[in-house]
């Protein structure tokens, strides 16, 4: 089927019985936009949020030929919409309704623009805005390419939904565009994703299914798709080999972004090939080595953005990665200062650093009512309570799956010293709870002294910390760590004792804490009294691993 | 049928590598997604694997109401046995 450009398609129209949307014809898909048109003359911005995907293009086009303007959301959570509709844009999804009384379907200005939004690095969603003529680009650019691996009549499945630029251009636009009738429904499982598919047809996937194909077998003939598209991240080795071999053709993975759509593509048949251009897509590089696109379907015909490349000598480049404090979580951007920005404003939390050890990790310092609900609840239960108040404004990409409750963050401004000191917190297996409101007798506030050994310059104590501990109480029981204030005192009371020190406070002290101390195990503290230099030096160990050391100045005492 | 349910339990911690939680924790009626223990799309698809391979659920048997089955451990155990007695 000739493609039409997604600005004349109603004007110019196919036969009334060709496939839109499977099982829907182009005669009743007109007449769905006629109808939803109509209903919404007058409506100056609209939100598409319908779920489903023929609702989705009729909704789409009832909107761009009623006149509106068109925001497609970054995802339909309630607080998302609250905040965009807050400005008058009207939420267009569940009452789209069949047919009703049309209006005339001229051709639309392709200059009408489109508002997108994607991760900005600066903690807020960032706005761009494309054109209704580059989305028709970006669907021709990619005919020019997979309508060489695509039948004429191939249907289009997916497991991806239709609100971010690679759902919208490869589920709907591009299928609406060439005449391929694409499927409404999106699949969340394999189970029912592979029930769908018919021989020869599109399957638009991404990592975060591809990489979770084990258990399934290879499928038969009349299952297997002629195209397996995937984006939003490069998909591993083992990945791209194992859907292979189930589905009976190699992926082909697309490269892009909200602001430019896609640019590039590659097929993995086998190891790690460059990405090639689109037809009308130029690509470059900066000379701080950042990814410069030039493309017709790109706003200003030129986006330098934040993805670190180097030129291949073939005109392809290859991803180094990211300049920016976004992280591709399965696939997704995912800005890492917004995540941070909106656990903040939780009631709930005091601060919060996130960061990303293959799965999105949360470190959380909860307020004083976040304490109370993380003591009633349990870590894991108050993870995900504010994974849930999270998932009103961000995608599930941007919910931490892994969560750490700390008394307060590693200090230190954001740079790398922070960053290990909070994946360290993370290497450890989650802390059981442990009860910690005994009421039986005095808690001790000191560790047991199993063993004392002389050092040439000092001490070397094997202390057992209680879990019991006294100094345990301003903290978290979801979380049970030793102060680092309790570690100070404790070095220097020993240091009284079996130094002779007489230090009163701990004055010009220097520490850094390299791993959380938790109670219930044997630490080693060894302390080292230099005259000279009038410091006294300690250092908490694990086994071999230092979990604290510092240094402390001996001054203006009495020997 | 309970002994089955316990079992997904476990499956349920050690696949999902869900911290801070222990399998007997979970209610087998309590909503697997939003607002019950609070899994999300990526998890459902991790458990999806888990349970293949565990019970080798086959895709030709499956039909539409496959969400309805991952609703609770309840539901699941249910859909597991049925698949084993066909």
Not at chain 1, 31 to 56: E, H, I, M, P, S
Request: proline share 7%.
């Amino acid at each position: 089927m000739t493609a039409i450009p997604l600005s004349c398609l109603l004007a110019v129209g196919r036969p009334d019985d060709a496939p839109v949307a499977v099982g829907v014809t182009f005669a009743r898909f007109r007449a769905d936009v006629a109808g939803n048109a109509a209903r919404l003359k007058g409506c100056r911005r609209g939100l598409l949020v319908a779920a489903d995907g023929y609702w989705g293009a009729v909704g789409l086009l009832a909107l761009l030929h009623a006149g509106a303007e068109v925001t497609i959301p970054p995802n339909a959570q309630p607080g998302t919409l609250a905040a965009l509709t807050a400005d008058g844009a009207v939420p267009v999804g569940g009452d789209l309704r069949p047919g009703g009384e049309g209006m005339a379907l001229a051709p639309l200005d392709p200059g009408t623009p489109l508002t997108f939004f994607t991760s900005g690095s600066t903690g807020e969603p960032k706005r761009v805005v494309r054109t209704l003529g580059m989305l028709e680009a970006e669907a021709l650019a990619t005919e020019a390419v997979l309508g060489r691996l695509a039948g004429p009549t191939a249907r289009v499945h997916a497991t991806v939904p239709h609100q971010h630029v690679y759902g919208l251009n490869f589920r709907l636009l591009w299928p609406l565009v060439t005449g391929r009738p694409f499927a409404s429904a999106m699949h969340e499982l394999w189970e029912t994703a592979l029930a769908a598919l018919d021989a020869g047809s599109v399957l638009v996937t991404s990592p975060a299914h591809l990489t979770r194909l084990a258990g399934i077998a290879p499928l038969p003939p009349s299952r297997r798709p002629a195209l397996v598209l995937s984006a939003g991240a490069p998909l591993p080795e083992s990945a791209a080999r194992e859907a292979a071999a189930i589905f009976g053709t190699p992926v082909t993975e697309i490269f892009g972004s909200t602001e430019t759509g896609a640019i590039a593509h590659r097929r993995r048949e086998a190891g790690d090939p460059s990405w090639r251009p689109l037809p009308g897509v130029v690509a470059g590089r900066t000379p701080d080595g950042r990814l410069r696109v030039g493309a017709t379907h790109v706003e200003g015909r030129e986006h330098v953005g934040s993805d670190l490349v180097e030129m291949a000598g073939d005109g392809g480049f290859r991803v180094l990665g990211r300049a920016d404090r976004i992280a591709k979580v399965e696939g997704k951007r995912v800005s890492l200062p917004e995540v941070e920005a909106q656990l903040r404003r939780s009631p709930l939390v005091a601060d919060a650093a996130v960061l990303t050890l293959e799965q999105l990790c949360a470190v959380v310092a909860p307020s004083a009512e976040g304490a109370a609900r993380l003591a009633d609840l349990g870590a894991f239960r108050f993870g995900r309570l504010l994974r849930r108040e999270l998932s009103a404004v961000l995608e599930p990409a941007g919910l931490p799956r892994r969560w750490r409750f700390v008394s307060r963050l590693p200090d230190g401004a954001l740079g790398k010293r922070r960053h290990a000191d909070i994946a360290a917190l993370f290497e450890e297996a989650a802390l059981s709870e442990i009860a910690l409101f005994e009421t039986a007798g005095p808690r001790p506030t000191v560790p047991d002294v199993c063993a004392v050994r002389p050092l040439a310059d000092g001490v070397e104590l094997d202390l057992f910390i209680p879990g019991d501990l006294a100094q345990l109480d301003g903290h978290f029981p979801g979380m049970p760590i030793v102060p680092g204030v309790a570690q100070i005192d404790w070095a220097v009371m020993f240091a009284n004792t079996h130094l002779g020190l007489g230090i009163e406070a701990a004055q010009s002290l220097q520490v850094k804490f390299r791993r959380v101390t938790v109670p219930d195990t044997l630490v080693t503290l060894a302390l080292r009294h230099a005259p000279a230099r009038r410091r006294l030096t300690f250092e908490y160990r694990c086994g071999d691993e230092t979990l604290s050391s510092g240094s402390i100045g001996v001054e203006g005492i009495a020997p | 049928m309970e002994k089955l349910e316990r079992e997904l339990k476990t499956l349920i911690v050690d696949a999902l590598k869900l911290e801070d939680i222990a399998p007997e924790e979970i209610d087998s009626e309590e909503p697997l997604f939003n607002d019950g223990l609070g899994l999300d799309s990526i998890d459902a698809l991790e458990l999806g694997v888990a349970l293949r391979k565990a019970y080798g659920i086959k895709i030709e048997s499956v039909t539409d109401d496959v969400k309805q089955h991952f609703a609770n451990v309840r539901s699941l155990a249910r859909f597991i046995q049925s698949q084993r007695a066909e």
